[in-house]
């Protein structure tokens, strides 16, 4: 009797997600289990560990069939204030990777993907408030076609060749564990770091303007909740919407001005306000509650507590 491998590979393992991510992997499934990848590397990830460029099918397909690989968490991506500014590499990564992903997975059995989609597939014929689940997806931005490329192609490589596609429209994912890495809801963890320094933040988007947000610790739960659910829990084979927050600058502003009595914001709108326009106020995540059980714990204020927290932990273990 053949002895069943269940090794997992998380492509973007240095990413904002993956950096959590993959911990939380490990803590699962056993550190021998996992292999992380990134285009380079970080000593962190002191276990398996390999360098992959996702676009390149063949290094792909190579580690899958090392580590006999079952799951693959894709995670490789160009946000979207960098996706703007090179739209073909933005495609190239965020789309071809992928599909890369999905062809593998159908010539070499893996039995689960997991596929990170955003509310940034969401567009003008969207309402804005409370967005549904089944809303038009026009996106303004490379990175949200990009990414309703993707939750296309999940749904076809689910039902013509049943491949296990799971997916999540993050909202804008605020934690204490890594940078800013480029995207329009990146604001929300730069002014956590700048409070913390004693500087002055240069917001660029406009005090009011408000937009989905989660906790790390809620979307790692989100992930793992989804992965972890009986395949005929998982309804939607594009992607679920999620949610757990909304907020403006200036409401996160205030909640961490009560740690911090004397920091001080500026507005200083850019280019990026114009995406933010374009992306839902609020979502309705109320397929995930219904489906597989999603339930955020945290909220802005216990949010702003444990980043305020963590962040002063490190600066002080840093000095």
């Known amino acids: 009797m053949?002895?069943?491998?269940?090794?997992?590979?998380?492509?973007?393992?240095?990413?904002?997600?993956?950096?959590?991510?993959?911990?939380?992997?490990?803590?699962?499934?056993?550190?021998?289990?996992?292999?992380?990848?990134?285009?380079?590397?970080?000593?962190?990830?002191?276990?398996?560990?390999?360098?992959?460029?996702?676009?390149?099918?063949?290094?792909?397909?190579?580690i899958v069939k090392k580590?006999?690989?079952?799951?693959?968490?894709?995670?490789?991506?160009?946000?979207?204030?960098?996706?703007?500014?090179?739209?073909?590499?933005?495609?190239?990564?965020?789309?071809?990777?992928?599909?890369?992903?999905?062809?593998?997975?159908?010539?070499?059995?893996?039995?689960?993907?997991?596929?990170?989609?955003?509310?940034?597939?969401?567009?003008?014929?969207?309402?804005?408030?409370?967005?549904?689940?089944?809303?038009?997806?026009?996106?303004?931005?490379?990175?949200?076609?990009?990414?309703?490329?993707?939750?296309n192609l999940a749904q076809y490589y689910y039902s013509k060749y049943n491949i296990d596609v799971r997916s999540l429209r993050y909202p804008g994912i605020i934690g204490y564990q890594s940078l800013p890495g480029g995207g329009t809801t990146d604001y929300a963890v730069d002014i956590y770091h700048k409070a913390i320094s004693g500087e002055v933040f240069d917001c660029f988007l406009e005090k009011d303007s408000s937009l989905p947000m989660i906790f790390m610790?809620?979307?790692?739960?989100?992930?793992?909740?989804?992965?972890?659910?009986?395949?005929?829990?998982?309804k939607i084979r594009t992607s679920y919407n999620l949610s757990s927050m909304t907020f403006s600058p200036e409401e996160v502003f205030l909640s961490i001005k009560k740690y911090y009595p004397e920091f001080k914001i500026n507005y200083k709108p850019d280019f990026r306000q114009e995406i933010a326009n374009s992306w839902p106020r609020s979502i309705d995540d109320s397929r995930a509650r219904e489906d597989w059980g999603w339930s955020p714990d945290f909220d802005l204020q216990s949010m702003t507590e444990v980043m305020i927290n963590n962040l002063r932990k490190k600066r002080y273990e840093s000095a």
């Open 67 to 151: 580590y006999r690989i079952s799951q693959i968490y894709h995670l490789a991506a160009i946000l979207s204030a960098k996706a703007e500014r090179s739209p073909r590499e933005a495609w190239e990564v965020n789309v071809n990777s992928f599909f890369n992903v999905l062809e593998v997975s159908r010539k070499h059995n893996i039995k689960k993907v997991f596929y990170p989609s955003s509310i940034a597939v969401f567009g003008s014929h969207a309402d804005l408030d409370q967005t549904c689940q089944f809303s038009s997806l026009n996106p303004s931005t490379i990175y949200g076609a990009s990414k309703v490329a993707g939750e």
């Open 2 to 62: 053949a002895i069943e491998i269940n090794n997992i590979l998380v492509i973007g393992a240095n990413g904002q997600i993956g950096s959590v991510l993959t911990p939380a992997l490990e803590n699962t499934f056993g550190k021998k289990c996992i292999i992380a990848s990134d285009i380079y590397y970080k000593d962190k990830f002191v276990n398996n560990f390999e360098i992959l460029d996702a676009t390149d099918y063949h290094a792909l397909e190579k």
């Open 217 to 234: 610790d809620d979307a790692i739960k989100a992930t793992l909740q989804l992965m972890n659910a009986e395949s005929e829990s998982v």
